[in-house]
């Protein structure tokens, strides 16, 4: 809506990004409204180290997506690390089962 | 004068005297039109203190200086009185040719006052007003009801019409038009205690534009902005689209708010409507982004189909545990033939339901997810027939006869019930609701964008949450007086400064965004003042117990406590007292 929200990163480790065994973590990205529209399917079940990383493969996966570009979230989606806050930081890491959700931002009335 | 006529219409149907009340031009451009115009309308003509169903309560409808001109979206007026639901202020907004044919009557807002002793149809045509019988429309539901007075006056006229509901004064009736209705609030029953059925506008006289060209060339601007990204949501999914979305966030109210998530949601999902019953797409009147979509049910005898809104999906469905499609369908069909508003219905029904459960009602089959009963009831409600009688005045009265700890889990606020957002894991808007002038109301506050933002925590609500709810509350201010559809919000680069172009534009005023500014802090503030008026005080402004003392399963908790920070925080922000006192004592 015009004003670029600059969000600071949240509590989890940066460049924690990789599991124990050394395997880049597993993890779900589940589309939601215009998202799912566009993805033309409501999950995808890939490797990826951060948000920005799985988003990526998303944007791979379903070339009509288009959400992430120049390391940001595109202003018309929205997402959430596993239902919790909305973030725009790609740089976030994952772990093993986490889940990227992403909406329409105008996911509201 | 641009933009306006600079008068409003004032009709008393009880002594029959009618005449122009001058709008001079400090009032038209400290309050705009729409919701602001009407605030300032109904501290002049409501006297205090009046029961919303007592003749001398007044029903405006108000339009703005933005109708008539190309914007697009822009056929709205409000229609506002004091609410039979709620004793406050109440101002609903709709989208129809009656915005553009209410204003060629040559009146900025018609208000009506007083009463007719036998059912009837007010024309208004430019100067003409006349009355004609209605008796034999009257009972009559409302698709009926407008294509007889279309068969009687012909296209010309654009009417506003009640249906039984309204007519048996339903606390929350709606007004409908165009398929659209004024929904919230039971401005419906307004105009039943009027003996109104219906009311016809027709008019010749046009307003003009300080800048033709220049409206022109923004009206053509913004019709391919309305076309972009932005509006891709409303235009190819519909709002039905937010069942999952929600589902997933816990928001999503199930069974009257005991959970956030409905183990059905799939089966009843904007997606499956979209691809088992949809069948075409629609657009009010003037409008570029086509957000209508209407389902049609899987009888064959189902050829109207309806308009499914998310509100009306959750309300119907989820809210009442009621998962199967056809029900849901019907149930908004109903809704809207009755004239009923589908989230206090919705919401009505629901609570009956566990009260049922809870042993405080003896209604057979009373249950959650009795799709069956959510019909029947709905017809009781609007003929006010057994239990539709104790329901049909909204949660708040009924539990208060219901007795029992009903007014725990009664999910209203001030008397309106909730909309489809769970409080307890959408705290921004669960502030929204505590505050809301209307009651429990997501349109009139906005705050579920702060909710749906990485800007505040949706589960945990602060005294930062409570200056975005102000933020979102002031736009929506703004949008719903110019008046602009919601759905445009996104589409504007800085909504402020470019909707004081727009203005400027048609009024010729020289506005800034400062000025914008200033005006909806008055129209909000005007608002909160009527209530005061008529009563209001800070123990109001809170959510129903259940809110506070339970936790959602999955996750989801407000304390009481961190919802009265939050709305001390907004009553601050808002430069009232911290308990919600407006310092101001004129307008």
Redesign the interface.
Known sequence: ??IR?V?KCDSRKRNQVVTSTGRVPRVRV?F???A??RAGRSDLHIPAQTVGAALSAADTACPDLRIFADDRVAG?Y?V?LN??????DPQIGLKDGDAI?V??????? | MFGYHGQYLRIDLSTGQSGAVVLSDDVLRRYLGGVGLAAWILHRECPQGIDPLDSANPIAFVFSPLVGTPLTTSAKFVVAAKSPLTDRFCDSLSSSRFAIEGKKTGFDAIVITGRVSRPSLLLIEDATIRLEPAGEIWGQPVPSTTSELLNRLGPGFAFAVIGPAGEHQVRFATISHDNRHAGRGGLGAVMGAKCLKAIGVRGTHRTKVADSAGVVAAARDLSVRSFGPATAKYRELGTVSNLLTFNRLNALPTRNFTTGQFENAEVISGEILNDAHRVTRASCAACTIGCEHIYRDSSPNDQRGVRLEYESLFALGPLCGVSDRDSILRAARVCDDLGMDTISAGATVAFAMECAGRGLLAVPDLTFGRGDTVLSLLDRIAHRKGIGDLLANGTRRAAAVIGGDAQDFAPHVKGLELPGYEPRTMQAMALGFAVGTRGADHNRSGAYEVDFSPRANRLQGDEQTAAFAVETEDRAALMDSLILCKFLRGVFVDLWTECATLLSLVTGWKVDADELHSITRRIVNARKLFNIREGWTPTEDTLPRRFLLEDLPGGGKLPAERLETMIRAYNLARGWTDEGWVPITNL
Do not use: Q
């Not at chain 1, 239902?83 to 725009?88: A, E, I, K, N, V």
């Not at chain 1, 909406?103 to 009335?109: K, L, P, R, T």
């Open positions: 809506m015009g929200i969000f589940e939601y409204g215009l799912r529209l018309h929205l959430s239902g919790d806050r909305f973030t725009l959700l909406f329409g931002a105008d996911a509201g009335g």
